[in-house]
């Protein structure tokens, strides 16, 4: 093989990595989510209930714009995550909507206990779906 014919066949092979490499359909590990999976939910029409995987699993939501903003406050931000000195502690979760905290929280305190209340019933519902 002479050298222009290797640079050709190096040249082919980095143009199928790149394409590869650019049309992944990655989950972020933050927040569980695919690039497709998000464009498809950023097209649900609003307020419109709807199912999504969410870290493997199936997750009800009763909006998906509501739905991918508490995803990414709760686990791309973190904003529930606390320091603790103990590896089971109790949480109480007032206003739990449809579980993404719940699932936060045993995902991140795996030994923990929580008491969840959500007093909207059709929310309730779905938080029963998803726990």
Do not use: W
């Not at 709807?50 to 870290?55: A, D, N, P, R, V």
């Not at 979760?93 to 929580?114: E, H, Q, V, W």
């Amino acid at each position: 093989m002479n050298m222009k014919s290797l640079l050709q066949k190096l040249y082919e092979l980095n143009i199928q990595a790149y394409r590869e490499y650019k049309y992944r359909d990655d989950v972020n590990p933050k927040t569980g989510i695919s690039v497709s999976e998000r464009e498809r939910l950023m097209q649900f029409p609003p307020f419109n209930p709807g199912e999504t995987t969410l870290f493997g699993g199936t997750f009800t939501f009763s909006d998906a714009a509501g739905y991918l903003h508490s995803v990414d406050e709760i686990f791309g931000e973190n904003v529930y995550k606390f320091k603790t000195p103990n590896d089971s502690p109790y949480i109480i979760d007032c206003g739990a909507n449809m579980g993404l905290s719940i699932l936060y929280f045993k995902r991140n305190y795996p030994n923990s206990t929580i008491l969840a209340f959500e007093p909207d019933h059709k929310t309730f519902n779905i938080l029963k779906e998803n726990t």
